[in-house]
């Protein structure tokens, strides 16, 4: 999609911004905010990637005042996203980095996303990134704190990320710690389950009259989720440690339940103790009761392309991003079809070549 359609359509809207849960997905929502600069409102889903009636009903309540609808960061399908345009009567604009092959093709969409076929430079490192380059209006903290958010210690290799550093005077490795402890912060109320949190955050930082990243950093309620959150972080890594068991030529899998949203950052840290292998964790978050599994690799010689495509091919949802040192399919289950789900991925990476020949 041409950007100045998207900018057009955006400039002159009074929009409600539907975010994905993550640093990213709120950093997305303030960014795309101020560039529009009034009447606006957020929304974020209970922690999926599905648009069922309950959820509709909530944004019909919502969308009185609001003549479009911006979807940023959010992985949702094409079916959900015209699902959206058509039970809510109005367009959608989606703007996005994940890696994907659905592409919406309706006349009601409007879909961004220069990372959708892949992104192995890190260029489109975040989808606030996405959107400070589509505006040109950011703060440059945040936009590192999105990145970070994203890549971890991953982020200080990356250009872009070392750009806004730079562009105010921090520097990108000593300095690491702001970025990540306002990423962090908002991790916290994300692992915790605290949607009403999130929902609420855009708003805070947009309108609460103090820097974004100062007023996070000293939220004393986030920074007692975040505690709570790094304790049961600890404890699941020994765990998968403990438990990991190989599938196949440098993969190896394990299942964990835990009291948090926290299958992303436990399987970013083991794979972190184990670059050279491929690591698959399946997780029932009880607090949420979400269950979910994560395939990550810091080796650029994975094939997760083509895991993604047989992952899809037997119908679950599965999206990912495929960037340098940060290559990672995440699947969305039901609690109850977790163990199916997780043995029928053991089955598929038994059968695949999951490293390119010419680097193996």
């Known amino acids: 999609m041409d950007p100045k359609s998207v900018l057009r359509l955006i400039s002159n809207s009074s929009p409600l911004i539907i975010h994905h849960w993550d640093c990213d997905g709120i950093v997305?929502?303030?960014t795309i905010a101020s560039y529009i600069g009034h009447k606006v409102s957020f929304e974020s889903p209970p922690f999926k990637y599905v648009i069922d009636d309950d959820y509709l009903e909530v944004l019909e309540y919502k969308l009185e005042d609001h003549d479009v609808i911006v979807v940023v960061d959010l992985n949702l399908s094409p079916k959900y996203l015209v699902l959206l345009s058509y039970?809510?009567?109005?367009?959608v604009v989606s703007i996005d980095h994940h890696t994907t092959k659905e592409i919406p093709r309706h006349p009601s969409i409007l879909y961004y996303n220069p990372a959708r076929n892949?992104?192995?430079q890190g260029i489109w490192p975040s989808a606030a990134?996405?959107?400070a380059t589509l505006t040109g209006f950011y703060d440059p903290l945040l936009i590192a704190s999105s990145i970070v958010g994203d890549l971890d210690s991953n982020a200080k290799s990356n250009?872009?990320?070392i750009k806004y550093m730079n562009e105010i005077g921090l520097d990108p490795i000593a300095d690491f710690s702001l970025p990540k402890d306002c990423s962090m912060q908002i991790w916290g109320a994300e692992a915790m389950g605290k949607i009403d949190i999130i929902k609420n955050l855009p708003s805070s930082l947009l309108y609460g009259g103090l820097d974004p990243c100062y007023a996070i950093l000293n939220d004393p309620?986030?920074?007692n989720l975040r505690y709570e959150a790094e304790e049961e972080l600890k404890r699941l890594v020994n765990k998968a440690?403990?438990?990991l068991e190989a599938v196949g030529r440098n993969f190896y899998a394990t299942k964990l339940d835990g009291?948090?949203?926290l299958v992303s950052k436990v399987t970013r840290r083991v794979s972190s103790n184990h670059p050279n292998d491929i690591i698959m964790i399946g997780y029932l978050a009880r607090s949420v009761n979400r269950a979910s599994i994560y395939i990550r690799t810091r080796r650029s010689d994975a094939n997760l392309m083509d895991l993604l495509k047989s992952v899809n091919n037997l119908g679950y949802k599965a999206g990912g991003k495929f960037q340098e040192g940060n290559n990672v399919l995440a699947i969305d289950v039901e609690p109850e079809k977790l163990d199916g789900a997780f043995n029928d991925i053991m089955s598929i990476v038994r059968k695949t070549e999951l490293f390119h020949a010419t680097n193996a």
């Not at 039970?87 to 367009?91: A, I």
């Open 118 to 120: 892949g992104d192995p």
């Open 129 to 131: 990134h996405v959107i």
């Open 221 to 223: 309620i986030l920074g």
């Open 87 to 91: 039970r809510l009567g109005r367009p």
């Open 241 to 243: 440690e403990d438990t």
């Open 159 to 161: 250009r872009v990320y």
């Open 28 to 30: 997305s929502a303030v």
């Open 259 to 261: 009291n948090a949203r």
